[in-house]
């Protein structure tokens, strides 16, 4: 079946939580992990293809984003969605407008939105800045982020220097008006030459408005959030075809491992959480792996029962990241991390560990890429954006889930093992 809907994910996680939401609509959502070496076969009305490249150089980025485009235009994708974090992670030299106007260029669009809320998780806009729960997202815990610290609250002033086109916004006081209303005044900017429009965004209502007036946009650019009454309103409009829902769900054994590389608010008081159950675990410190290499944990990891599904983590509060990034430089502080946990996630299949839960967007993507996954088929959600996900790593069935840092309750890591 050609696809339909095209979407591009700066990262695994991101992409997750977007097939996720999509796939409650019960049309097959199919995620690939990069953009595919081979033509477009046996494609999904709903395709994703996730990416690495929220914190690459500019360049590199939009060329991955571009390559991407190209793949789902192939594949017959005639609406595409730009996904980023719902907490808009970038630097000022960052990736999100140079891709948006990049993909404009190449599908013909003069202009596109922005919208980063996703109310179930508490990110929510408003005048043009974005909360986190009850905090600007500049007082929140992302101000600390490891490789994305977000120092301001206002998404025209992150976006601007980004782009080259006009930053416009859409205030709630028009989204409360209705779809009819939102889609005046974004053609109102449009004539004015407003090519990037943030839309504020407060509750799924505001949401389901901005998706139905933006039905006809061959790009809209966003947190996963705003994809979600999508699929419905396509279907509403006769562009799918009736499909049956998703994936077969393979049964596989509960020997598991946990990888933590986040260090993000939530996953700090998950880790904590989880090992206050009396759960396995063991704490990986960057200064160490970067002295002593990481045969130890892989020594602690070969001692361990998989049906205890022991956590492995890097996760630490902001004065240990500083500490170690300090000594090592953040890039190596990081990248000696991913690798550590990587080499622990292909340790765990070759043990016979059948799911493995990674919480961190760039720790899942080299820890998928370890694995030398390339497609992954979405099942069932075990907290809002986080599903379990089918794949085949080097010819074992397995199930991942990868989570964004900041998603998931505190008892996420026990919920995913519930939910397997
Ligand atoms: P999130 O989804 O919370 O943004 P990511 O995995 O995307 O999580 O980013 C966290 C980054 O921090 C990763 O590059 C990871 O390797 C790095 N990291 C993890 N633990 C530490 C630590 N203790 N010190 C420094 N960097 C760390």
Not at 117 to 141: D, H, K, W
Request: aromatic share 6%; proline share 6%; net charge negative.
């Amino acid at each position: 079946m050609p696809a339909f809907f095209g979407c591009i994910a700066d990262d695994f996680t991101g992409a997750t939580d977007l097939a996720g939401l999509l796939a409650r609509s019960g049309v097959e959502v199919s995620l690939r992990i990069g953009v595919p070496k081979a033509p477009p076969s046996a494609t999904a009305p709903f395709e994703v293809i996730a990416l690495k490249c929220r914190t690459a150089p500019v360049a590199a980025a939009v060329a991955d984003c571009r390559a991407a485009l190209d793949w789902l235009r192939r594949a017959g994708a005639q609406r595409f969605f730009w996904k980023y974090c719902s907490t808009f992670d970038s630097t000022p030299t960052g990736n999100i407008g140079p891709v948006a106007e990049a993909l404009m260029a190449d599908l013909g669009c003069a202009q596109t939105i922005y919208c980063p809320a996703f109310p179930e998780n508490g990110r929510t806009i408003f005048m043009g800045n974005l909360f986190v729960g009850r905090q600007p997202l500049a007082e929140s815990p992302m101000k600390d982020h490891p490789l994305t610290p977000m120092r301001d609250s206002n998404l025209m002033r992150l976006l601007q220097p980004q782009v080259t086109g006009t930053v416009g916004l859409v205030d709630r006081l028009i989204v409360a008006q209705g779809a009819d209303a939102l889609q005046a005044e974004l053609a109102l900017l449009a004539q004015a030459g407003t090519a990037h429009v943030v839309v504020d965004a407060v509750a799924n209502a505001d949401l389901a408005v901005i998706a139905e007036a933006c039905r006809d946009m061959t790009l809209m650019t966003g947190g996963s959030a705003v994809a979600m009454p999508l699929p419905a309103i396509y279907a509403a409009m006769g562009l799918l075809a009736a499909t049956g829902s998703g994936v077969t769900v393979p049964a596989l054994p509960q020997t598991a491992v946990i990888l933590s590389g986040s260090c993000s608010a939530m996953t700090n008081a998950q880790v904590a959480h989880y090992i206050a159950t009396g759960a396995p675990s063991l704490r990986l410190d960057p200064l160490d792996l970067a002295q002593s290499g990481i045969a130890p944990a892989l020594e602690w990891l070969a001692a361990q029962n998989l049906e205890h599904a022991p956590l492995i983590y890097a996760t630490a509060e902001p004065d240990q990241v500083r500490r170690a990034q300090d000594h090592l430089g953040r890039d190596r502080a990081g990248d000696i991390v991913e690798h550590a946990l990587a080499a622990c996630a292909i340790a765990a299949r070759n043990a016979g560990a059948r799911r493995i839960v990674v919480a961190g967007g760039e720790t899942s993507g080299a820890v998928t890429t370890a694995l030398g996954v390339d497609r992954l088929h979405i099942g069932r959600e075990i907290s809002p954006g986080v599903p379990w996900t089918y794949c085949d790593s080097d010819g074992n069935p397995m199930a991942l889930a990868l989570k964004s840092g900041n998603f998931g309750g505190t008892s996420f890591f026990s919920d995913a093992m519930g939910a397997a």
